[in-house]
């Protein structure tokens, strides 16, 4: 069983930048396609982007592209989420999720199987 640990969030003004990381355990993250996704308060979880195996392909929303970038370290376990330009409507709580089934990235998160608790963004204006 694979467990994701997000961290990183935190309090940021409209145009600042902030990191999350996904630690990963219990698995090789080498093994897993892995996403991102939020959800805002009052709000259906929503697609950020992707990352395939090996981080070749990436996929994001497009509310985000351009502002952010995913990228993945297998040799640390961990996925990241560089945020930049931040927005007010970025804030939400910020998952990390896991796929070994497919072969490339996707946006529909009940492909995901794995899902960490969770950080929060908070982008002030």
């Known amino acids: 069983q694979v467990q994701l640990v997000e961290s990183g969030g935190g309090l940021v003004q409209a145009g600042g930048s902030l990191r999350l990381s996904c630690a990963v355990s219990?698995?090789?993250?080498?093994?897993?396609?892995m996403g991102w996704f939020r959800q805002a308060p009052g709000k259906e979880r929503e697609f950020v982007g992707a990352?395939?195996?090996?981080?070749?392909?990436?996929q994001y929303a497009g509310s985000v592209l351009g502002r952010f970038t995913i990228s993945r370290d297998d040799a640390k376990n961990t996925v990241y989420l560089q945020m930049n330009s931040l927005k007010p409507e970025d804030t939400a709580v910020y998952y990390c999720?896991?796929?070994?089934?497919?072969?490339?990235?996707?946006?529909?998160?009940?492909?995901?199987?794995?899902w960490g608790q969770g950080t929060q963004v908070t982008v002030s204006s």
């Open positions: 999720a896991a796929d070994r089934l497919r072969t490339t990235p996707t946006m529909r998160n009940n492909n995901y199987n794995s």
């Open positions: 219990g698995r090789t993250l080498s093994l897993y396609i």
């Open positions: 990352i395939s195996r090996g981080g070749g392909s990436t």
